[in-house]
């Protein structure tokens, strides 16, 4: 078997299986150091469990033997007690288990068909979270007085927050616009989840945003360049983004939901609250699911009617 452990060296407890999954996970993964700990602290917990449920040791051979009832009873000890796990924390231990069983089977030839057998619980949808169109304003605004920074920063910001807000972009696609992509058209293409192709209506406020930018930025790009850059060069990075939400919603005492992804949720909510059907938002957005946009009908469409006149407020 195509990468499998070495017969001299194969674990025979579950516990040393566990060791050579972390350090499969370590090395050849290449996992943080925060995931390899968290799947750790979920495998130990879960084999720990079995050892007791099943009154001793385990061995290799016995985690084939798991049945789906030792999972399940597993999942419910975590609902329980002085400190029961949320309904999160129990699909995420899941998620590790399953992800242990997987190894087991591929590397070290032990499936456990029952694995297939357990569902985790059922977790609630979140709502979005966006900033209503005064916040959406107050936090370009921001960016465009900040005093501590050059020019060319403080166009670019104001082009990244309006380009979020104007096209409703996940900030990854954002930032994967390059110097050939602008000025940007009416439409320009945006791949997004899953290598998904969608063509995405740009307002004129948009690209005067994007043409002010270029117009400030202080070194020429090559066509193939990323068009949001660093001020230490480089390409202006999602960690870049997030610092600069951070530090905008803490002067404008905004609440910590006001992220780069809060500006394409206020996107879709303005649409869908100005009338906008849900077919054409899941497109503008790029969801492949029509459920996924279903969401946004949880907001309140009946107060956004109210304050909205229009599809979105720079239209």
Not at 12 to 26: I, M, N, R, S
Not at 49 to 58: A, D, P, T
Request: hydrophobic share 45%.
């Amino acid at each position: 078997m195509a990468g499998a452990v070495k017969a001299d060296a194969a674990p025979k407890t579950a516990f040393e299986a566990l060791a050579a999954w972390l350090d499969y996970l370590t090395h050849e993964r290449r996992a943080s150091p925060r995931t390899v700990r968290a799947y750790g602290d979920c495998v130990t917990a879960y084999l720990r469990f079995l050892e007791q449920h099943r009154g001793g040791g385990l061995s290799l051979a016995a985690m084939g033997e798991i049945s789906a009832g030792d999972v399940r009873a597993y999942l419910a000890f975590r609902r329980s007690g002085e400190h029961p796990l949320s309904p999160r924390s129990v699909s995420q231990a899941l998620s590790a288990i399953r992800a242990f069983h997987r190894w087991l089977d591929r590397r070290l030839d032990m499936p456990n068909p029952a694995l297939a057998l357990v569902r985790g619980p059922r977790l609630p949808r979140g709502v979005p979270r966006p900033v209503s169109e005064v916040q959406a304003r107050e936090l370009i605004d921001d960016a465009g007085s900040d005093l501590e920074r050059e020019d060319w920063e403080i166009a670019r910001d104001e082009a990244l927050l309006t380009l979020l807000w104007g096209c409703g972009l996940r900030i990854s696609e954002a930032l994967s616009l390059v110097r050939a992509d602008a000025p940007l058209a009416e439409a320009i293409r945006i791949t997004g989840k899953g290598g998904k192709t969608r063509v995405v209506p740009v307002l004129p406020i948009v690209r005067e945003a994007v043409d002010a930018y270029l117009a400030a930025l202080p070194t020429a790009l090559a066509p193939d360049e990323p068009l949001f850059r660093a001020v230490r060069g480089g390409a202006y990075s999602p960690r870049h983004a997030q610092a600069l939400m951070q530090k905008l919603r803490g002067r404008l005492g905004l609440p910590a939901s006001a992220t780069p992804h809060a500006l394409r949720h206020s996107f879709a909510t303005h649409l869908l609250g100005a009338g906008a059907d849900l077919r054409s938002i899941q497109e503008l957005l790029g969801h492949a699911s029509l459920s996924t946009t279903q969401r946004y009908a949880a907001v309140d469409a009946a107060g956004l009617l109210a304050v909205y006149a229009k599809a979105h407020p720079h239209a």
